[in-house]
């Protein structure tokens, strides 16, 4: 059974940072390209980040670049999305969610961790 | 970046009425478009990839239809569970971008 597990969401001021864990099971990690979508309170969907599963290929949302990294550790089936200079616009629900390889969508998804970013 | 325009922002039916979601991007998208539905304080779920195919354990009342720029998502005949926010998201380039959802709500 896929299971994947946020964590490391919080409250944080504005300007600072936090890092989010995901950690996967059910499933071989290394072989799937993982991904980040963010849901701000009462909004829509939003894909923010992707890495590949060596971990070479590397995408983000221009909403993101240059203040978030993302990164996996495929020897302990995990993600992370280090997130820098955090705004009030960054509040949301962050889930982690593995692109299908026979669909190449998101066939499955985290509980997600929340994030508040405020003073 | 793509834009995927979903239409209407609500849909007021009654359980066993037909649904009919509409999603439409800025540019053409072939057939990788997908939809999925969320539930208050649930993640979302996938119904339909590439247009029309079924994920695994969807109901056949759930069907996709499209390719391009128009797509439609139908849901046959409404049960209870259905109500809901749903979403389309194409898989064309980056970045991947989602639909603003349409919500299914009960008349």
């Known amino acids: 059974e896929v299971q994947l597990v946020e964590s490391g969401g919080g409250l944080v001021q504005p300007g600072g940072s936090l890092r989010l864990s995901c950690a996967a099971s059910?499933?071989?990690?290394?072989?799937?390209?993982m991904n980040w979508v963010r849901q701000a309170p009462g909004r829509g969907l939003e894909w923010i980040s992707s890495?590949?599963?060596?971990?070479?290929?590397?995408y983000y949302a221009d909403s993101v670049k240059g203040r978030f990294t993302i990164s996996r550790d495929n020897a302990w089936n995990s993600l992370y999305l280090q997130m820098n200079s955090l705004r009030a616009e960054d509040t949301a629900v962050y889930y982690c969610?593995?692109?299908?390889?026979?669909?190449?969508?998101?066939?499955?998804w985290g509980q997600g961790t929340l994030v508040t970013v405020s003073s | 970046e793509i834009v995927l325009t979903q239409s209407p922002a609500t849909l007021s039916l009654s359980p066993g009425e037909r649904a009919t979601l509409s999603c439409r991007a800025s540019q053409s998208v072939n057939s990788y478009l997908a939809w999925y539905q969320q539930k208050p304080g649930q993640a979302p779920r996938l119904l339909i990839y590439d247009a029309s195919k079924r994920a695994t354990g969807i109901p056949a009342r759930f069907s996709g239809s499209g390719a391009g720029t128009d797509f439609t998502l139908t849901i046959s005949s409404l049960e209870p569970e259905d109500f809901a926010v749903y979403y389309c998201q194409h898989r064309k380039n980056w970045p991947l971008t989602f639909g603003g959802g349409t919500k299914v709500e009960t008349k």
């Open positions: 059910g499933f071989t990690f290394s072989t799937y390209e």
């Open positions: 969610a593995p692109r299908g390889i026979t669909t190449y969508y998101f066939d499955y």
């Open positions: 890495i590949g599963g060596s971990g070479s290929t590397i």
